[in-house]
């Protein structure tokens, strides 16, 4: 039989939590189920654990966007459940790269699209997208190509 996908993974793991009446986590995994229903309704498509470590990618950072505005804004509450909310999404994403790691895809990336200036930086993305989705905050992958582009 072959392996569960990432959308059976999160609805199993809502099916147990409802069982354990874990009301926060319940929560956090209906709406995680709701925007792979959003995208198949709208889209006409069946949600591939490509495009579901996008949706959950973006949810993270969401979150991540929302509590510092909450901590900012002196609401620590709302903050906590945001970050409450960050750890169980991030439960379901691949273990992020080291900056050793990400360091080397994005050199690759450069050698292999023969990238030498900020301009063509797009093809080197093209290349490095792929591999770190889910995995690395795009914006910090960027940051490391634009860098290394000005040297």
């Known amino acids: ?11 199993d793991a ?3 939590a409802m069982r354990a009446k874990e009301k926060e986590r319940v929560a ?4 995680v189920m709701s925007e792979f229903k959003k995208i198949e309704v709208d889209e006409r ?3 591939d ?4 470590l996008v949706v959950l990618d973006k949810m993270v950072k969401q979150r991540r966007d929302s509590e510092q505005q909450y901590r900012n804004a002196n609401r620590p509450e709302l903050a906590e459940q945001e970050a409450y909310e960050i750890t169980e999404i991030q439960a379901y994403l691949p273990a992020a790269l080291s900056a050793a790691e990400l360091d080397a895809i994005v050199s690759k990336a450069l050698a292999d699209a023969a990238v030498t200036e900020a301009r063509d930086m797009g093809k080197a993305m093209a290349l490095i997208k792929p591999q770190v989705q ?3 905050d795009m914006g910090e992958v960027s940051k490391l190509l634009k860098a290394k582009l000005s040297n």
């Open 14 to 16: 809502l099916k147990t």
């Open 28 to 31: 956090v995994l209906r709406l």
């Open 45 to 47: 498509i069946e949600v």
């Open 134 to 136: 889910g995995r690395a």
């Open 49 to 52: 654990d490509a495009r579901a």
């Open 1 to 11: 039989m072959s392996q569960p996908t990432l959308k059976d993974r999160i609805n």
